[in-house]
Nanobody, 118 residues
Framework: QVQLVESGGGLVQAGGSLRLSCAAS?????MGWFRQAPGKEREFVAG????????YYAESVKGRFTISRDNAKNTVYLQMNSLKPEDTAVYYC??????????????WGQGTQVTVSS
């Protein structure tokens, strides 16, 4: 069983930046980020394989968000730049032991709120 703990959410003005972190309790193969805005379904944001050779991004965040990982720390990061109000959501970290970067994921964090004010 893998436990994930996110941190780094908060309130930021449009155009600003935030960095989310997610620490896993053990080694994982694939790690990613999803988000869920009020009244909407959870959606994929970004994912990366163990080697970081394969990274995938949702079209809505390409060029603005960057996913990275530190395998020595079992931690994945999401650097979010040029934030927009529509990026406001609860962001969830996800991990799996064998899936590709887009999932499916079996392990989930508790979520961290990101709010972007206009």
């Amino acid at each position: 069983q893998v436990q994930l703990v996110e941190s780094g959410g908060g309130l930021v003005q449009a155009g600003g930046s935030l960095r989310l972190s997610c620490a896993a309790s053990g080694r994982t193969y694939t790690m990613g980020w999803f988000r869920q805005a009020p009244g909407k379904e959870r959606e994929f944001v970004a994912g990366t394989s163990w080697s970081s050779g394969n990274k995938y991004y949702a079209e809505s965040v390409k060029g603005r968000f960057t996913i990275s990982r530190d395998n020595a720390k079992n931690t994945v990061y999401l650097q979010m730049n040029s934030l927009k109000p529509e990026d406001t959501a609860v962001y969830y970290c996800a991990a799996d032991l064998s899936a590709g970067p887009t999932g499916p994921y079996n392990y989930w964090g508790q979520g961290t709120q990101v709010t972007v004010s206009s």
